[in-house]
């Protein structure tokens, strides 16, 4: 495989940053609850995505926009959801009532035991690549946590502006489609299974860019550092070397969304944080945003962090990033309820950026995340939320970011629409609305 380029040192999310992770009022949203409607009540959904075209803005198909989620049968334990996640589509014309599409990817089609996260591209002449993560194997005896990039392509869009969007016709996606494993870890840049020390291994989330700068094209996924044994990494501390998360990234020389080769990682986290999970891009103007969610037990020993997005910048897209907000955190829940949300996804609309994210657990404020499963089943069932959350509202600028407010759940607006004034107004804005607190996060 061609080198693309000279290797040199990844940019670091250093444990200096990280130890100021503190939330702040710029960096807590409110409790939210399960809407009184949800994404889809047969199903949890989590995880979600918006169909964009080549230059990142979001495709409308027919005037519809379309997202992808993972989602599992309901009456399954939350817990459970992740060993047999498939990836279904919703379509929406006002951007808030989402219709189900179905299936998006076939299990029985696609590569791996079950699909994890991904993106999704409508390419200029129509053709649809769905990326996904391939987790095991297919037909697998038993849950194998091996993880390769896929791609279904050769799909296309089809609407009927006059069909009824409740009985699923209005927008399908459409086969035939071929499934392709389109990158591995190589050992050198990013991890393989078998190298890895850490709690967990991570090589997944696909998310498909074009660099409005120099206009190419790229694949950002989630990956690890290889760091061996007796490495002199973190001062030779083992135990924090086990700890090695990065943003990964491969390059299609030809613009094929299916052809890559991988470059060095944009960032990593060695001695910080273990999963940088579903990496993704804002660019506006020149200035480089990039966004991860993590969790508060994925922090290495000696720093505390939260389930949170957080986020880096630059000024070139291989450039020195750093975090935002000095200390990488973007956005988190409230101490009260510190595993409302997660896995968030950023994009901007108008001068301010959008986040989504799903509701997971909801009235639940221990510290971590195991004593979920000490709750009896109907329990973890009320509180798992497995539907979208309200959408966040953040300002930015420079290097910094700050709340703003919500807008509905899963109120996911493009095209310019206008949105209502924030309830906070600017950086270190008050809050205008009647639930403005007491100060605590
Ligand atoms: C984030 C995540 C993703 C993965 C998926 C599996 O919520 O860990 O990285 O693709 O969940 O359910």
């Known amino acids: 495989m061609t080198d693309l380029s000279p290797r040199r040192e990844t940019p670091a999310w250093t444990r200096e940053s990280a130890a100021g992770i503190a939330r702040s009022e710029e960096t807590v949203t409110p409790i939210i609850y399960p809407p009184t409607t949800e994404t889809d009540p047969d199903y949890h959904v989590w995880d979600t995505w918006l169909l964009r075209n080549r230059d990142g803005s979001v495709a409308t198909p027919g005037g519809y926009r379309v997202i992808f989620c993972l989602s599992a049968p309901a009456h399954l334990l939350p817990g459970k959801r992740h060993d047999v996640a498939t990836i279904r589509y919703f379509y929406s014309r006002d ?22 996260a991904g ?11 769905l990326y996904y993560t391939a987790a095991g194997f297919s037909a697998e005896d038993e849950l194998t946590y091996t993880q390769r990039l ?30 392709d494993i389109l990158l591995e870890p190589d050992g050198d840049r990013y991890e393989t299974e078998a190298q890895s020390r850490g709690m967990t291994y991570t090589f997944r989330d696909p998310w498909f860019f074009e660099d409005p700068v ?10 690890n550092t290889p760091v061996p044994e ?7 501390d083992s135990a924090q070397q086990e700890f090695n998360g990065s943003v990964g990234i491969a390059e299609s020389p030809s613009g094929d969304p299916t052809d890559w080769q991988f470059r060095d990682p944009l960032v990593d986290a060695v001695g910080v944080n273990q999963e940088l999970e579903r990496p993704h891009f804002v660019v506006d103007d020149g200035t480089y945003y990039l966004f991860v969610s993590s969790h508060v037990h994925t922090f290495a020993p000696g720093l505390s962090g939260y389930d949170a997005l957080y986020g880096f910048v630059a000024d070139d897209l291989f450039g020195e990033y750093e975090p935002l907000n000095d200390s990488g955190l973007v956005l988190t829940t409230p101490q009260n309820a510190p595993f409302q949300a997660y896995s968030w996804l950023v994009y901007p609309h108008r001068d301010e950026l959008l986040v989504t994210s799903f509701v997971n657990y909801v009235e639940f404020d221990q510290p971590s995340l195991d004593d979920v499963a000490l709750l009896p089943d109907s329990e973890q069932l009320r509180r798992f939320g497995g539907t979208l959350a309200p959408t966040a509202r953040l300002g930015y600028e420079g290097s910094e970011t700050w709340f703003r407010g919500v807008l509905g759940h899963g109120h996911l607006p493009v095209s310019g629409e206008e949105l209502p004034p924030a309830d906070f107004h600017d950086r270190h804005g008050h809050r205008d609305s009647a639930d403005a607190d007491s100060g605590e996060y």
């Open 95 to 116: 951007g808030e009532t989402w219709h189900r599409g179905g299936v998006a990817i076939e299990p029985d089609e696609a590569h791996g035991s079950r699909q994890w």
């Open 119 to 129: 993106s999704a591209l409508l390419d200029d002449d129509g053709t649809l690549y």
């Open 150 to 179: 896929a791609c279904g392509s050769g799909g296309h869009v089809e609407t009927d502006g006059t069909a009824d969007p409740e009985s699923g016709e209005a927008l399908s996606l459409v086969g035939p489609w071929d499934h």
């Open 214 to 223: 120099s206009g190419k094209t790229y694949l950002l996924f989630e990956a």
């Open 230 to 236: 007796g490495s002199d990494r973190c001062d030779g």
